[in-house]
């Protein structure tokens, strides 16, 4: 039996992780931790029983301590409350599956209480990369990454660890605009930045998706996960979802994962690595598919990977500015305040008037993130 926390277990990677539970009957849950959403948090505390229950807001997590009261299990609230379900003593591995730079110091903390680490807050690394490594390393604790193309990779490099990466290609599937130029992107709206071709997930990671923000903070993180430089990682949109991504090695051999777009798999293998186990759905039928097609990604209209690849480049505290820029600017996309095209300018009127720290320590990755939400607040 194998036990676990979820950090973020109401949103789309926890739901699925706790579907994956239910499929696989000897993964126990230790804690759950959610925002706000306490009526489907209660729903998964009655059916999964974990013995602690983190709510982000202490008024939500004051009402579900009253809506559980028949049931003898903790809640906790607030930053202290998500520190407690990552370092939980029953919990082998912990799936960081909350969205922002909230979930840095939870990660850190399950580090260093010896947790291995199921990934999928891509925030951690980008903007914390340079901490998060080195103290995984040294509590020899293992970082298993949830993002499908990061997953790919790595069972791509499963048995070949002797053997030069010479580069990635981190697979795209260019979102719900591909093909589209920037004169047609003025006026889109909400519904449409959300309806992505291939792939159920997230309202912040839908839109990251339209921008090719997500393909760069995945650039940045696979330069973490594998390490790598950011001259050996390729981007290659590949619009039927079904390469989630490739290594090329020396001699020039490429090895592939594929497979049907379905963020359980990844989830699957993260919790049982090195073991692979019966996933039930779909699978890839060759014959059907007929033909995988593959595109450069078009950087004059989607500044989103652009972007990103300068603030990798620059390095040090650019990465937070470029992730809280965003963060704070497609928040306020889907409020409806500002237009999809504004998203670049925010984040790029953000990293030219940063003032960048060489190399940030947690606290001043913090710092620089409230620094970027002022900023944003004052202008727009």
């Keep these: 039996m194998k036990t676990i926390s979820i950090l973020g277990s ?48 202490e008024k939500k997590a004051k009402e579900l301590r009253e809506n559980i009261k028949d049931l003898k299990l903790k809640v906790v609230s607030g930053m202290e409350g998500l520190l407690e379900a990552a370092t939980i003593p029953e919990a082998e591995i912990v799936v960081t599956a909350i969205v922002g730079m909230i979930g840095i110091r939870p990660t850190i903390a399950a580090i260093k209480a010896g947790k291995d680490i199921a990934l999928a807050n891509k925030e951690t690394l980008v903007t914390a990369g340079h ?6 390393k040294k509590n020899k604790v293992k970082i298993l990454p949830v993002d499908s193309e990061h997953s790919a990779v790595f069972q791509a490099l499963n048995g070949e660890k002797k053997n030069k990466i010479h580069k990635i290609l981190l697979t795209a599937s260019g979102g719900p605009f591909r093909g589209k130029k920037r004169k047609e992107l003025e006026a889109v709206g909400i519904e449409d930045a959300l309806r992505h071709p291939n792939w159920s997930m997230g309202h912040k990671i839908t839109i990251d998706s339209a921008t ?15 390490d790598v430089e950011l001259d ?22 490429i090895i592939a994962q594929l497979g049907t777009p379905d963020m359980k798999l990844p989830i699957q ?14 699978r890839l039928d060759f014959a059907k598919l007929g033909q995988i097609t593959f595109e450069e990604p078009d950087e004059q209209t989607f ?28 928040s306020k996309f889907l409020e409806r305040k500002i237009s999809f095209l504004q998203i670049y300018d925010i984040i790029s009127k953000c990293m030219a008037v940063h003032c960048m720290i060489e190399n940030p ?20």
């Excluded at 901490?131 to 995984?136: D, R």
């Design 10 to 57: 109401t949103g789309s990677i926890g739901t699925q992780t706790l579907e994956v539970v239910e499929e696989q009957k000897d993964l126990q849950v230790a804690a759950l931790a959610a925002g706000s959403n306490i009526a489907l948090l209660e729903r998964q505390i009655r059916k999964f029983h974990p013995s602690l229950a983190a709510v982000w807001d």
């Design 131 to 136: 901490l998060i490594m080195p103290l995984a």
């Design 212 to 226: 090719l923000v997500n393909k760069g903070l995945e650039v940045m993180e696979a330069r973490w996960l594998f």
């Design 232 to 253: 050996q990682i390729q981007v290659v949109v590949q619009p039927q979802s079904v390469i989630h991504s490739m290594v090329e090695f020396e001699d020039g051999g």
């Design 269 to 282: 293998y993260a919790l049982f690595y090195p073991e692979r186990r019966f996933l039930s759905g779909k």
């Design 303 to 330: 500044l989103g990977l652009p972007l990103a690849i300068e603030a990798a480049q620059k390095g040090g505290s650019m990465p937070t500015v470029f992730n809280a820029a965003n963060e704070r600017a497609v």
């Design 361 to 380: 320590d947690l606290d001043q990755i913090l710092e620089t993130e409230q620094q970027v939400y002022d900023y944003i607040e004052s202008r727009w």
